[in-house]
T-cell receptor, first 115, second 117 residues
Framework: DSGVTQTPKHLITATGQRVTLRCSPR?????VYWYQQSLDQGLQFLIQ???????AKGNILERFSAQQFPDLHSELNLSSLELGDSALYFC??????????????FGSGTRLTVV | AQKVTQAQTEISVVEKEDVTLDCVYE???????LFWYKQPPSGELVFLIR??????QNEISGRYSWNFQKSTSSFNFTITASQVVDSAVYFC??????????????FGAGTQVVVTP
């Protein structure tokens, strides 16, 4: 157990639908990152939240959105799903101290299949 | 522009052979972090090593070793005496050190390692 919990592990849904992926960061970590791993795009950064606020955006589609709640868990919402959204979605959390020492941990991922 | 390049798509070896995975990165930051991750068929990302740009000391850990060369922007990874359980996709990743970039990993395309008995 990495300490980062992602649910569900697998999700199958139809095109046009909306799904929510959930991530609970490692205890004490304030930053949450979302990544998408698809066959054609590889592993790419989607979005980062830090202590409830959006910190950075990567190649995230407008149909996708995320938020981080006061208890620091995060949700990634995917809407109007297309076949090409089928991918493995990873969440990661991190913490960093002033001495540049930090931990960075990935969850086990949610495999989304759009049919 | 791609910042992390793993030129090898797939490497096939016979058990007990050594495997070296190449990684070339590009960054303008003077402080950055490099990582190797392993992704077995089960799909999870397994952390192998992190190196800071200000620490060029290479290391050997069991059957794994790393060669970090800032002069050539390379961070290569070697598995000595490979085993079937080493079969996986290996990713090199870069995290730049600037506050707004730190923690955002840029991954290479990955190298599939196939170890046959």
């Amino acid at each position: 157990d990495s300490g980062v919990t992602q649910t569900p592990k697998h999700l199958i849904t139809a095109t046009g639908q909306r799904v929510t992926l959930r991530c609970s960061p490692r205890s004490g970590d304030l930053s949450v990152y979302w990544y998408q791993q698809s066959l054609d795009q590889g592993l790419q950064f989607l979005i980062q939240y830090y202590n409830g606020e959006e910190r950075a955006k990567g190649n995230i589609l407008e149909r996708f959105s995320a938020q981080q709640f006061p208890d620091l868990h995060s949700e990634l919402n995917l809407s109007s799903l297309e076949l090409g959204d089928s991918a493995l979605y990873f969440c990661a959390s991190s913490s960093r101290d002033r001495n540049r020492n930090y931990g960075y941990t990935f969850g086990s991922g949610t495999r989304l299949t759009v049919v | 522009a791609q910042k992390v390049t793993q030129a090898q798509t797939e490497i096939s070896v016979v058990e007990k052979e050594d495997v070296t995975l190449d990684c070339v990165y590009e960054t303008r930051d003077t402080t950055y972090y490099l990582f190797w991750y392993k992704q077995p068929p089960s799909g999870e990302l397994v952390f192998l090593i992190r190196r800071n740009s200000f620490d060029e000391q290479n290391e050997i850990s069991g059957r794994y070793s790393w060669n970090f060369q800032k002069s050539t922007s390379s961070f290569n990874f070697t598995i000595t005496a490979s085993q079937v359980v080493d079969s996986a996709v290996y990713f090199c990743a870069l995290s730049e050190g600037a506050t707004d970039s730190w923690g955002k990993f840029q991954f290479g395309a990955g190298t599939q390692v196939v170890v046959t008995p």
